[in-house]
């Protein structure tokens, strides 16, 4: 996605989440070879549309995305300890 290339993923991991059949990937209904045959035979004969595919699945990505991770976990540390006895920075 990142690299603005549609995803060819499986139903497992909650991959579909981010990837719209179709519209910035492809999603296999299965993880057994009969399932991801058919979701390559999709790709394959959708091949013409891969460039704006590939633009959305990075525009998924970016939309997707923490622009500062670094800070989010901080934060939510931070609130974690203000909430519990003895941590620095607590309230009690």
Not at 9 to 20: F, S, Y
Request: contains cysteine.
């Amino acid at each position: 996605m990142f690299c603005a290339r549609p995803c060819l993923v499986t139903d497992v991991g909650d991959n579909a989440r981010l990837i719209t059949d179709g519209v910035n990937g492809y999603v296999a209904t299965g993880d057994r070879p009969h399932a991801l045959a058919a979701a390559l035979e999709r790709a394959w004969a959708g091949r013409h549309d891969w460039k704006t595919m590939g633009q959305r699945a990075f525009e998924t990505y970016i939309a997707d995305r923490d622009p500062t991770p670094g800070k989010t976990v901080l934060s939510l540390l931070e609130s974690i300890c203000a909430t519990t006895p003895g941590c620095p920075g607590s309230t009690d």
